[in-house]
């Protein structure tokens, strides 16, 4: 499957309000095959081809800061919503746990039900973040490759070096937040009550027509791990492995196409 192809799957599979914040691959294309079609009219170092060259750096550059002003925003809301969750764990705890001031097993188990569909829903989200991250840059990367290709330039090494900078690419407090939520998990519900139970909400949100955050964050993490995954096209353009379980029942549960690597 062709990137583009790759890329309108995931903007489709992840959530409706985060779909126009995607690269805008289509149109960065087209604006190459122009400035390529071009060249042989345009002497490379002229003032003609340097004004369409800072054209298409002014377009990339509008890109990333739509993918930084989005990506703040999301890693801003999701550390308050994660304080309100630890807030929510402690409370349930505090009045309906064994030791609280209104013990009772069934308000307890039910109100942690609650709360533990809301922290796996949140771990699915922050999972499409850094996927958003992973998948955009890899488009960026393809993208600066099509054009010093066609037209002999040397932009690539340069502007990646400067998207390297940019917080939409710094995902280690999302990365941070995950880990967090996996602990709380593995903190609040029993290993064997958490898988079986994971196991049926995974095979429920299947049912409903591909829709639902399970099944977009199980292809953000397929995703991701191909895009991630060492090879022998691995260059310094490329994203470093990303290391999931061999045993991830939830990658194991749907069979999806891989997307192209960066090369």
């Not at 081809?49 to 750096?57: I, L, M, P, R």
């Not at 002003?69 to 969750?85: G, M, P, S, T, Y």
């Not at 796996?120 to 488009?139: A, C, K, P, Q, R």
């Amino acid at each position: 499957m062709k990137f583009g192809k790759r890329l309108k799957q995931q903007m489709q599979g992840t959530l409706p309000g985060w779909r126009d914040k995607f690269l805008s691959y289509k149109h960065l294309k087209k604006i190459v095959k122009l400035i390529a079609s071009a060249a042989p009219m345009l002497l490379n170092g002229s003032l003609e081809y340097g004004k369409a060259e800072a054209e298409f750096v002014y377009l990339l550059n509008n890109e990333i800061d739509k993918f930084n002003a989005f990506f703040v925003e999301q890693e801003e809301d999701f550390i308050i919503r994660n304080k309100e969750l630890q807030q929510r764990i402690q409370k349930v705890i505090d009045r309906w746990g064994s030791n609280g001031s209104q013990p009772s097993k069934a308000i307890y188990e039910e109100e942690v039900g609650k709360v533990r569909k809301d922290i796996v829903d949140f771990h699915g989200e922050m999972v499409l973040l850094v996927n958003y991250s992973n998948i955009n840059y890899t488009g960026l990367a393809k993208i600066l490759k099509k054009y010093d290709k066609r037209t002999g330039a040397l932009l690539r090494l340069p502007f990646i070096q400067k998207i390297l900078e940019q917080p939409f690419f710094t995902t280690d407090n999302i990365s941070k937040l995950v880990k967090e939520c996996e602990n709380t998990i593995d903190a609040v519900f029993p290993v064997e009550e958490e898988e079986e139970e994971r196991k049926r909400e995974v095979k429920e949100a299947i049912t409903v027509a591909g829709e639902g955050i399970f099944r977009n964050t199980v292809a953000a993490l397929l995703t991701m791990q191909e895009i991630r995954r060492g090879s022998s096209t691995y260059s310094q353009y490329s994203l470093p492995p990303l290391n999931l379980p061999a045993d991830n029942d939830l990658t194991q549960l749907f069979q999806l196409s891989p997307p192209i690597p960066i090369v």
